[in-house]
């Protein structure tokens, strides 16, 4: 079976909201899938669905070919931001206290985590932290694993070794959703799903997510005062160094400047993910707003 | 008038947490110090704002009053309202009645905390909570602001109006000092301070770090480790030759800053 999760035209809602409105999001073995938003865009409710934690009041959800049941469950893997260890555990302990409520008694603790089998949890560096709660959560060897921003906050060496392990598990025939507002494990996921105010509103590769987007690359000798005048302005400019990038047109942004006697360089750029992530969910922000006061 | 640290030295016990660190902070600049958990980048911050001494080197600051400070867990009173929040901080810095008013309604406007005026802190989401943070710090026209980890865990569209106001204050003549876990956000910083285990690995302008990442950074699609000094970088590899010569089949890539970030990191591992 290649798909291992799936959600078709999934919605729920409680009361009034809609916290998810018709999603469509697939997991498949051997992929990993970035499911992004700003915080309330749904996410969470599309996992709490996928997992069967609750029903889409419409549309239908499948996991592992078959509406999520408490058996299918034993198949997935979950680390929480919050990890979901016990820190006055040691490693060794928590590693038996899972494997025991998977009834996988006397697994032994792999390697990657061994040097610290007899440390409390709550003594490790973060990134030790985030090793033991991905080990552990691959104990009961999931098929389909959900990480919520996995190797956020960890030093560069720790990260790449975290990734060395999200990659192998998948290669291992796992399926894995990251959820992240870390653009740069977004750019690590095979696959991006964007979701805002409950709908997703763009999926694909990070490459097709920013293709065809640019954002006004602007050189000039005082960028302070350019950033100033167009922050005044209304304009949505970020100052980089000793450059601003805008995401509006850029025709308006030389001539502003122009009139200010600032003279500058315009350049048009490809964006980069975070760009055209805020600009995807920006623009669908203001497309409710257009639509709730029609 | 500049401020910063010079070869600052900082003993936890037997630990060192920070070992030679120069951090200048300019009027009117953004330093960024970029690094993961337990880099150092707090005990940086408390010893700039003057809640740490250091074992060694010297530190410039201005005085108290003229700092803003928002650490990296907190930076508001969660049991007041945002206008109680601002008119506390209004009153511990005894602004006059007419500034008052203009800065705590220009805060309001820029963080766009209009319609939130009456909602206890602790209620607001993260990425509101901690704007309404640095506009706190903000409110009485710091010469020197401090910011550890403003826009960790907050999404992007937050954190694209977190940096509009910390670059507000730059561009209005503030030294700004911030911390992030982000490495994309060093290209934020006209000063850039990759901090890892208490040492800073690289330092200089975004450009000055990406052109000084030693050797050959390549990539590779591969099924296994094209060589020991190599990482994941999504589906392929990425992998750094030192002396510049690349294994067969690994194409040269422009490094960027994550690229930039390992490098150094592998770069300072012992041995090496």
Known sequence: ?294 | MSWGLRDVRVRRGQHVALDAVTVSVDPSRITVVVGGDGAGKSTCFQVLVGLLQPDAGTVDRPAKERIGYVPATAGLYADLTVAENLDFIADAYRLPASERRRKAGEIIERTGLAGARHRLGGKLSGGMQRKLAVGLALLHSPELLVLDEPTTGVDPVSRAELWRLISGAAAGGTAVAVTTTYVNEAARGSSVILLEAGHVLASGSPEEILRGVPGTVGTARAAGRPSPLSWRRGASWRVWAPAGRLPDGVQPVQPDFDDAVVVAALASEPGR
């Open chain 1, 1 to 294: 079976m290649d798909v291992l999760a799936e959600a078709r035209g999934a919605s729920r809602r409680f009361g009034a909201v809609t916290a998810v409105s018709a999603a469509d999001l697939v997991v498949r073995r051997g992929e990993v899938v970035g499911l992004l938003g700003a915080n309330g865009a749904g996410k969470t409710t599309l996992i709490r669905l996928l997992l069967g934690l609750m029903r889409p009041s419409a549309g239908a959800v499948l996991l592992f070919g078959a509406p999520p049941s408490i058996s299918a469950r034993r198949l997935v893997g979950y680390v929480p931001q919050t990890l979901g260890l016990f820190a006055g555990l040691t490693v060794a302990e928590n590693w038996a206290f899972t494997s025991a409520a998977f009834r996988n008694p006397g697994a032994r603790v792999p390697e990657a985590i061994a040097a610290w089998k007899n440390q409390l949890v709550g003594g490790l560096p973060l990134g030790a932290q985030r090793q033991v709660a991905f080990a552990v959560a691959l104990s009961h060897r999931p098929e389909f694993l959900i990480l919520d921003e996995p190797t956020s906050g960890v030093g560069p060496l720790g990260r790449a070794r975290l990734w060395d392990g999200i990659r192998h598990a998948a290669g291992e025939a796992a399926g894995v959703l990251v959820t992240t507002h870390n653009m740069e494990e977004a750019e690590q996921c095979d696959r991006l799903v964007v979701m805002a105010e409950g709908r997703v509103v763009a999926t694909g590769t990070a490459d097709e997510i920013t293709a065809g987007r640019t954002v006004a690359e602007v050189r000039c000798g005082d960028a302070n005062r350019a950033f100033a005048l167009l922050d005044a302005g209304g304009v949505p400019v970020q100052l980089h160094g000793s450059d601003l990038r805008i995401g509006a047109a850029a025709a308006t942004v030389a001539e502003l400047l122009s009139r200010a006697g600032i003279e500058a360089a315009v350049e048009i750029v490809p964006a980069t993910l975070e760009e055209a992530f805020v600009e995807i969910v920006s623009a669908q922000a203001l497309g409710n707003m257009a639509g709730d006061t029609a």
